[in-house]
């Protein structure tokens, strides 16, 4: 379908100072032959934006390229009415603020970014959003604990049905079993009842809201909108889902453990809690509270829990209230009292009866009727020898697992775990989420917290279930490509059946049928296009990211030949958080080699190995990618991506082999989205190794 | 190894004199950084808020590094957490010099205001028993003279014999002090002799030379050398003036040289008197606490002065009170001076001591 395309290019925000946008009117009118060209002294402003409306009345425009800022500015007044697309092609960051004004090259770079938007907008398509027809808007909230409580009320408050299934004969999990919680408002002084109770009263008495008690999932399948749960025999269907499974008590392997089991007097804070609950606190003159037994340890769990500093002091207040002479010793290694918990320990310190230590156990042995333990004191450096009549091992929380989930997940039936167990799939950014779209953990299943937290947390993966469902509604994605209605559309008739893509997809998007072929659900799919980059035989696409659509921008810039000495290198940039560091760097008014030409990808996974083919053969001398930081302390948006990129490339440099062309062509740099300075120095120095290695010899074909 | 056995009294006792929440401490160490009269190794006073939150009452009591301390309040004005680290050793001095009272009550009569009326009424009775069984115990007719009222040889002989006996009963704490010290504290124990060790010391006493160190409380070295040399002149003047009293030219005319010394010295305790009071009345919030023993210390210097420089008037004007305040005035005398071991004056014995023993073990 031919379109009819209009280029605006603005000479705003200083733009003008370094391009001289009517000359770039005049060569690039010639050469793209479009049906409209105009230069405007601001695009953005309601004059510049009624100039690209009249052409789309009265021309009939329906693609604009709009060569000013880039995406993520302005993008409202750039939006036009269905079924005009509109392609941003950055002038201003990457080209005018950054490269030396007026000047050959840059010219040349203004020009060949024209030439790419012109070429990629030419092959993008429109997108119809994929709508389910049926859209449940019920959510399943699994675990009757505090956090599925809170979720359930939340959910239920803002008008939707939820279910809540318990796997135990009631509801209140943990919570419910204690005697006494830590208070979290003023006054800080005393222990408050379980605020548990009140919740489940809350859940009992609202109608939206039907329990299920004694109940285990049988199946989940199906995708956001519309997921079907085997439950006790029947089935619902729900739009989104919050597991809220929980915690247990860290139990170590060793039988070596604080004299756990071994003398009687030891006994663990869970198992202390009980006995409080069941009345049958001792009256005893000295206890020892011995913090991160099994926490912050590389032989138990490296993780903090967070919580048992002041499950400790809360103990510490059980046993001073039954004897008001007892001594209540607390060896720590850090004290961490997270938001009001440190006015709780701030209260806790004013009883001079509690003596507190920093150090490190090291031996522990029964004297009589007392145990003698041995500590290292990390202030003062001393050998410290306590005598007391009971230890109490603050030991940590485990997250339950989520395989009770039991998803119809080609992937596997609970929710991917990465670091420390917990399932999460963007720690710093994107609370609540999981890498399976539709399903949010809430509370203690995806990190150690303690009640007020668990409410709150409750509330937020609540917001996302219906937040999922709404956007399903809309056939849009969710965080973080938030709003985008693309998905992934496949050409089964060439498909080989190689599995890559339902295998490396991140988020479970794919399942297949019995000989392999991907079967695709849409609404799990956030749109990172990682399985576009994964599939050899170019079967899968997005109506406005696909392999020919990068493709033809790669073809479209113009390469000099050998003899001009302008060598051109392709750098793929992530859009995630190398991109905003690349803007940055413009903003900071740093340099970007002018011989670079960028092309902003989805992700770095997204990269498909025709591109670097096709980059090369047309004449590029080198290609970069460069993208968010991979590994355990992860940056990638889409968990993976970076991972992928470093593992497909041996298939690159096989590509290269192929080609008789050296393996530094290609190479793969990460950075941090603040980092702008490191990624203009990883640019600078590929240019300078392109230099050594000389022109790519396909220049000349 | 180090026998974690807390006195929760003890440390009960601490933070109510200190005012300082000792669990509150965070051993940031900041209190040892700022402080200039800190030693290198094992500074203080970071490690005496361990054994302070500890309730070590051992490691605190019979510590040298608290008697180093000049409580020039740097520690505490720098400390984020508002423990007051030099109120703590204050107050650990306090209960030093109760621990250490020989014999035992004396330490608790002088430590608690409730006890006062009691700490008074003792040298009043001693001394009206005393002129009683001179036999003067009545206002004497015509002109002021003193020793009609107390005669001479019975107010020095008995006044010299109890102060003898009180230092010398109270040398047996100072004893158990220096004891402790080499059983709580044997890594700093002495490694050279005693003279030798309080020679090293001297300009410590005599120059200010610690205090001089002092940031946050610098006016307080002038003051304390007015109070210190005062102080030492006036002991000169008495003793000659019981040598003077023996030889029969007592009272000095106004023209005898150490006549003259003696008014110049009670200027002297004045205004350094004056200052520290004045400082303690001012003081800023947060700043160094005020105590009862401070006050005690305070107040009867002050009166001992105030009277004795009214009395000598009351001599030269023939006032009709001049016998009254001739006997508040030995009532003071007893306050600082017999009183002495067992009030924060203790402190020239205490501090002396724990200096010499920090210097014997080259603790700087």
């Not at chain 1, 509270?289 to 002091?313: K, M, N, P, V, W």
């Not at chain 1, 997204?606 to 053969?617: C, F, G, T």
């Not at chain 2, 008074?120 to 001693?126: A, D, E, G, S, Y």
């Not at chain 2, 002297?268 to 004045?278: E, V």
């Amino acid at each position: 379908m031919t379109k009819n395309i209009g280029i605006y290019i603005c000479s705003g925000c200083q733009i003008g100072n370094s391009i001289d946008t009517n000359k770039l009117c005049d060569r690039m009118s010639g050469e793209l032959n479009p049906v409209v060209m105009h230069s405007h002294k601001a695009l953005c402003s309601p004059d510049g934006v009624n100039l690209i409306q009249k052409d789309i009345a009265e021309k009939n425009i329906d693609a604009c390229l709009v060569a000013a800022c880039g995406t993520g500015v302005k993008d409202d007044a750039f939006r036009f009415d269905n079924g005009v697309l509109t392609e941003r092609v950055n002038i201003r960051e990457l080209v005018a603020w950054s490269m030396d004004p007026l000047c050959e090259d840059t010219d040349m770079a203004a020009d060949d970014y024209l030439r790419m938007g012109f070429a990629g907008l030419d092959s993008t398509s429109i997108t119809t959003p994929f709508i389910l027809d049926e859209i449940s808007e019920e959510i399943l909230v699994v675990g009757g604990g505090v956090s599925g409580l809170s979720a359930a009320i939340e959910g239920a408050e803002a008008g939707y049905r939820i279910h809540l299934i318990e796997k135990n004969e009631r509801l209140g999990g943990w919570a419910s079993k204690w005697k006494k919680q830590i208070p979290f408002d003023e006054p800080f002084e005393d222990l408050i009842d379980p605020v548990v109770t009140d919740l489940i009263k809350r859940v009992e008495e609202n109608e939206l809201i039907t329990v299920y008690l004694k109940s285990g999932i049988e199946k989940i399948d199906g995708q956001p909108g519309e997921f079907v749960v085997k439950l006790n025999g029947s089935s619902i269907k729900v739009g989104s889902i919050v597991t809220a499974a929980g915690w247990r008590p860290y139990k170590p392997d060793s039988k070596d453990f604080y004299g756990l089991g071994v003398i009687p007097n030891v006994i663990t804070s869970v198992e202390l809690e009980e006995k409080v609950s069941a009345g049958k606190l001792p009256k005893v003159e000295s206890v020892l509270f011995i913090q991160c037994a099994g926490s912050r340890d590389l032989e138990h769990l490296s993780y903090c829990s967070s919580i048992c500093c002041g499950i400790s002091l809360k103990q510490a207040k059980y046993y001073r209230d039954e004897h008001p002479d007892a001594i209540i010793y607390i060896l720590y290694k850090d004290i961490r009292t997270i938001g009001f918990l440190e006015e709780f320990y701030k209260e806790v310190q004013d009883d001079p009866n509690i003596i507190f230590i920093k150090g490190e156990f090291e031996t522990i042995q029964q004297t009589g009727d007392s145990v003698e333990v041995i500590v290292q004191d990390k202030l003062l450096g001393e050998q410290l020898t306590l005598n007391v009549e009971q230890v109490v091992l603050a030991t940590g929380m485990v997250p339950n697992g989520t395989d009770d989930l039991k998803l119809g997940y080609r992937l596997g039936e609970g929710l991917p775990e990465l670091k420390y167990e917990f399932p999460d799939s963007h720690f710093i950014c994107f609370p609540y989420e999981t890498r399976r779209t539709g399903i949010y953990a809430a509370g203690t299943v995806r990190a150690p917290m303690d009640i007020p937290s668990s409410m709150d947390d409750a509330g937020g993966a609540m917001l996302k279930a219906i937040q999922t469902i709404e956007a399903s509604k809309r056939g849009e994605a969710v965080h973080p490509r938030s709003g985008d209605q693309s998905y992934p559309e496949l050409y089964l008739e060439r498909c080989t059946d190689c599995k890559r893509c339902t295998e490396e997809c991140p988020f479970g998007t794919y399942d297949e049928t019995s000989s392999g072929t991907p079967v695709v659900y849409p609404n799990r799919c956030r749109r990172c296009g990682i399985c576009v980059g994964s599939c050899p035989e170019r079967v899968i696409s997005f109506a406005d990211y696909s392999i020919n659509i990068i493709s033809e921008k790669i073809k479209a810039v113009n390469i000099p030949d050998e003899f001009d000495e302008k060598p051109r290198v392709l750098v793929f940039v992530c859009e995630n958080d190398a991109m905003p560091a690349l803007e940055m760097a413009a903003r900071e008014k740093l340099s970007i080699n002018p011989y670079v030409r960028v092309i902003s990808v989805r992700c770095l996974g997204s990269i498909n190995r025709v591109w670097i083919s096709d980059a090369l053969s047309h004449g590029f001398d080198g290609i970069l990618q460069i993208g968010c930081k991979p590994g355990d302390n992860y940056q990638c948006h889409f968990i993976h991506g970076s991972e992928l990129t470093e593992q497909r490339s041996e298939i690159m440099e096989e590509t290269l082999s192929t080609m008789m062309l050296e393996p530094e062509r290609i190479m793969t740099k990460f950075v941090e989205i603040t980092d702008y300075k490191g990624i203009i120095d990883h640019i600078d120095e590929y240019m300078e190794e392109i230099e050594l290695i000389g022109p790519n010899p396909f220049k000349d074909i | 190894m180090l026998d974690l056995r807390p006195d929760i009294e003890f440390k009960k006792e601490l933070e109510r004199i200190s005012g300082a929440p000792l669990n509150t401490c965070m051993q940031c160490g900041t209190c040892s950084v700022v402080c200039n009269l800190s030693p290198d190794v094992k500074p203080f006073p970071r490690k005496e808020m361990v054994y302070a939150g500890w309730g070590m009452s051992d490691k605190l009591i019979g510590n040298p590094d608290v008697w180093l301390c000049h409580q020039c309040g740097d520690c505490s004005t720098h400390c984020p957490r508002g423990v007051n680290p030099a109120d703590v050793l204050s107050a650990t001095r306090q209960l030093t010099y109760r621990k250490y009272a020989m014999p035992l009550f004396m330490g608790k009569l002088l430590g608690k205001p409730g006890l006062l009326p009691i700490a008074i009424l003792i040298p009043v009775l001693i001394i009206a028993g005393i002129i009683f069984a001179a036999g003067t115990l009545k206002i004497p007719e015509g002109p002021v003279n003193y020793s009609l009222f107390f005669p001479h040889a019975w107010l020095n002989a008995s006044f010299s014999v109890i102060t003898l006996l009180s230092y010398l009963l109270a040398c047996f704490g100072f004893g158990r002090f220096w004891k402790d010290m080499n059983i709580h504290h044997s890594g700093t124990g002495p490694k050279m002799g005693l003279f030798r060790s309080f020679w090293g010391v001297k300009n410590d006493i005599f120059a200010h030379s610690r205090f001089k160190k002092c940031e946050e409380n610098s006016s307080r070295k002038v003051s304390h050398f007015l109070v210190f040399y005062g102080f030492i002149l006036l002991l000169l003047v008495t003793i000659f003036a019981i040598y003077a009293a023996i030889t029969e030219k007592y009272p000095l005319a106004l023209t005898n040289p150490f006549k003259i010394m003696g008014n110049l010295s009670s200027l002297m305790l004045f205004t350094g008197l004056g200052i520290m009071i004045y400082n303690r009345i001012v003081a800023k919030p947060g700043s160094e606490r005020s105590t009862y023993t401070d006050w005690l210390l305070l107040g009867s210097m002050f009166l001992l002065t105030a009277s004795g420089v009214i009395v000598e008037m009351a001599r030269f004007l023939d006032w009709s009170l001049a016998y009254y305040l001739y006997f508040f005035h030995l009532v003071c005398v007893w306050f600082v001076i017999i009183y002495l071991p067992y009030t924060k004056f203790g402190h020239i014995i205490y501090r002396t001591i724990a200096m010499t023993y920090a210097f014997s073990g080259r603790r700087k």
